[in-house]
C-alpha cells in the first residue's frame, strides 16, 4: 500500500498583541463561535477569538502578497 502525504503549509497567526503562533495548514473560521481553530505545531486543536487576530499569513513568507487578513463578513 502508498500512502501519499502532502505537506500541509504553516501559517502565521498574528494577534492584535504582536503574539504570532503557527499552525499546521490554514486555519479554518467556525462563523458560530466567531474563532479560528487551527492545529499548533505540536498537533493539539487549538482556537482563538476572530477579534484577537490582525493577520493570518502564510509561514514560509511573512511579507506574500497572497496571505489573507481575515475579517468576518458581517
Given at each position: 500500500?502508498?500512502l501519499f502525504?502532502?505537506?500541509?503549509?504553516?501559517?502565521?497567526?498574528i494577534?492584535?498583541?504582536?503574539?504570532?503562533?503557527?499552525?499546521?495548514?490554514?486555519?479554518?473560521?467556525?462563523?458560530?463561535?466567531?474563532v479560528?481553530?487551527?492545529?499548533?505545531?505540536?498537533?493539539?486543536?487549538r482556537?482563538?477569538?476572530?477579534?484577537?487576530v490582525?493577520q493570518?499569513?502564510?509561514?514560509?513568507?511573512?511579507?506574500?502578497?497572497?496571505?489573507?487578513?481575515?475579517?468576518?463578513?458581517?
Amino acid at each position: 500500500m502508498l500512502l501519499f502525504v502532502g505537506c500541509a503549509r504553516n501559517y502565521n497567526i498574528i494577534t492584535t498583541s504582536g503574539r504570532v503562533m503557527t499552525s499546521q495548514g490554514k486555519p479554518k473560521y467556525d462563523r458560530e463561535n466567531s474563532v479560528f481553530v487551527f492545529k499548533d505545531v505540536h498537533g493539539e486543536e487549538r482556537s482563538i477569538p476572530a477579534g484577537s487576530v490582525r493577520q493570518i499569513a502564510p509561514g514560509s513568507d511573512k511579507s506574500d502578497p497572497t496571505g489573507f487578513n481575515p475579517k468576518p463578513s458581517r
